[in-house]
């Protein structure tokens, strides 16, 4: 089942159960606005620019970029209903694991009216054509099927790219913060008609201005300050202390330490051990835990900075796929002289503690080049020196 079907169908999940209990789905009456019905936004453009939405779920917050350039009406249309209070309480009542996550119905604030959800709250706003796409964060109004001038306070929030819905539902909004609780919420249990068997609530909905942006860190320190600091690797197996070559490669080493202060090589592992080669860490999909938004921002590929500095033992290195372009998080310590590598692979930095944890890592039993027990980065660690 296509999710645009899929969405289709959940939108009234009264027709579907009948449909499920052998009974021909009849369409539920929903008397068909005027046009001076439609809403219309009575906010002033200043008034709608720079706002974001904040949704305390019970799964954590979501912040969402309100869009008045793309969906005047839409926007202002959500922005009064939050401010009236009308989302607390309500809940996502129709979830899509890693695809969607529908809310924002009225009735569903009332938990005895369980087979009515999905129903409110519908045909009071016209379609809004525009440019934005159905890509992972995106907000959209939900539609009665056929209908396309019949949006209002329900919406979803794509989890994934979605690109069978561009063009057919109004885009307004974009997930700024908490796309990982988006993603969470999508995959509770649910049943046959996607409907949660758990109360997946919107405490409270709170349109604030969009804060200044927070800066970017290790972005304006000198070669000479970045290559004041170390960082400290706590494995399972012992202690890796680093120091960087910020003259060799700068976005490398900003782009390690940036990841590093996040936390984001926390929980990570050693994922990948070639004796008499390398062993490779760094890679986000060994982590025991979700990025948070904020860690998930420093993801991002890096232009190569090949150098002479040649891949002795102990050299730390960026790993990347055939692309030389495509080096984000993953790295390697050399094991022993491995001059293939040279010119090939940016070196930014090289072991200065540790490099019998090294030993030990590269001696763990393996099946192929996988570690047969983990070998867990618990923490990274920065500190400066002098």
């Given at each position: 089942?296509?999710?645009?079907?899929?969405?289709?169908?959940?939108?009234?999940?009264?027709?579907?159960?009948?449909?499920?209990?052998?009974?021909?789905?009849?369409?539920?009456?929903?008397?068909?606005?005027?046009?001076?019905?439609?809403?219309?936004?009575?906010?002033?453009?200043?008034?709608?620019?720079?706002?974001?939405?904040?949704?305390?779920?019970?799964?954590?917050?979501?912040?969402?970029?309100?869009?008045?350039?793309?969906?005047?009406?839409?926007?202002?249309?959500?922005?009064?209903?939050?401010?009236?209070?009308?989302y607390d309480g309500t809940t996502f009542h129709r979830v899509i694991?890693?695809?969607?996550?529908?809310?924002?119905?009225?009735?569903?604030?009332?938990?005895?009216?369980?087979?009515?959800?999905?129903?409110?709250?519908?045909?009071?706003?016209?379609?809004?054509?525009?440019?934005?796409?159905?890509?992972?964060?995106?907000?959209?109004?939900?539609?009665?099927?056929?209908?396309?001038?019949?949006?209002?306070?329900?919406?979803?929030?794509?989890?994934?790219?979605?690109?069978?819905?561009?063009?057919?539902?109004?885009?307004?909004?974009?997930?700024?913060?908490?796309?990982?609780?988006?993603?969470?919420?999508?995959?509770?249990?649910?049943?046959?008609?996607?409907?949660?068997?758990?109360?997946?609530?919107?405490?409270?909905?709170?349109?604030?201005?969009?804060?200044?942006?927070?800066?970017?860190?290790?972005?304006?320190?000198?070669?000479?300050?970045?290559?004041?600091?170390?960082?400290?690797?706590?494995?399972?197996?012992?202690?890796?202390?680093?120091?960087?070559?910020?003259?060799?490669?700068?976005?490398?080493?900003?782009?390690?330490?940036?990841?590093?202060?996040?936390?984001?090589?926390?929980?990570?592992?050693?994922?990948?051990?070639?004796?008499?080669?390398?062993?490779?860490?760094?890679?986000?999909?060994?982590?025991?835990?979700?990025?948070?938004?904020?860690?998930?921002?420093?993801?991002?590929?890096?232009?190569?900075?090949?150098?002479?500095?040649?891949?002795?033992?102990?050299?730390?290195?960026?790993?990347?796929?055939?692309?030389?372009?495509?080096?984000?998080?993953?790295?390697?310590?050399?094991?022993?002289?491995?001059?293939?590598?040279?010119?090939?692979?940016?070196?930014?930095?090289?072991?200065?503690?540790?490099?019998?944890?090294?030993?030990?890592?590269?001696?763990?039993?393996?099946?192929?080049?996988?570690?047969?027990?983990?070998?867990?980065?618990?923490?990274?660690?920065?500190?400066?020196?002098?």
């Open positions: 089942m296509s999710l645009l079907l899929a969405l289709m169908l959940v939108l009234n999940p009264g027709v579907q159960a009948r449909g499920q209990r052998g009974r021909p789905p009849a369409p539920v009456p929903v008397p068909t606005a005027p046009r001076e019905a439609f809403y219309v936004s009575t906010l002033t453009s200043a008034e709608m620019q720079n706002k974001q939405a904040v949704i305390e779920t019970s799964a954590g917050i979501i912040v969402l970029d309100l869009l008045p350039d793309a969906a005047r009406n839409h926007v202002a249309h959500f922005i009064t209903r939050a401010r009236e209070g009308a694991s890693l695809g969607i996550i529908q809310g924002g119905d009225p009735i569903s604030k009332d938990p005895s009216r369980a087979e009515q959800y999905g129903t409110g709250g519908l045909r009071e706003l016209r379609f809004e054509a525009n440019a934005e796409k159905h890509t992972r964060g995106a907000v959209s109004a939900v539609l009665v099927p056929n209908s396309r001038d019949s949006a209002g306070s329900q919406f979803f929030i794509c989890v994934t790219d979605q690109p069978a819905l561009d063009g057919n539902y109004t885009v307004f909004a974009r997930v700024a913060e908490g796309i990982g609780v988006a993603a969470r919420l999508s995959q509770a249990m649910a049943d046959a008609r996607g409907a949660p068997l758990e109360r997946l609530e919107m405490k409270k909905v709170t349109i604030r201005d969009t804060p200044a942006p927070t800066p970017v860190p290790f972005t304006t320190e000198t070669v000479e300050e970045l290559g004041k600091y170390r960082a400290a690797l706590e494995t399972s197996l012992g202690r890796i202390v680093l120091e960087f070559f910020p003259d060799r490669a700068p976005n490398h080493v900003r782009n390690f330490l940036r990841l590093a202060q996040a936390g984001a090589y926390d929980r990570t592992a050693f994922h990948r051990v070639v004796r008499g080669f390398v062993i490779q860490g760094g890679f986000l999909p060994s982590r025991s835990q979700q990025l948070d938004d904020r860690q998930e921002a420093f993801v991002q590929n890096l232009a190569p900075e090949f150098g002479d500095t040649p891949h002795d033992k102990g050299i730390l290195s960026m790993a990347r796929a055939a692309d030389p372009g495509s080096a984000n998080t993953s790295f390697f310590i050399v094991t022993a002289r491995s001059p293939a590598l040279d010119r090939v692979y940016t070196v930014f930095g090289r072991v200065v503690e540790g490099l019998d944890v090294v030993d030990r890592i590269e001696s763990t039993p393996v099946n192929g080049e996988a570690p047969v027990t983990r070998v867990e980065v618990t923490k990274v660690t920065l500190t400066r020196t002098p």
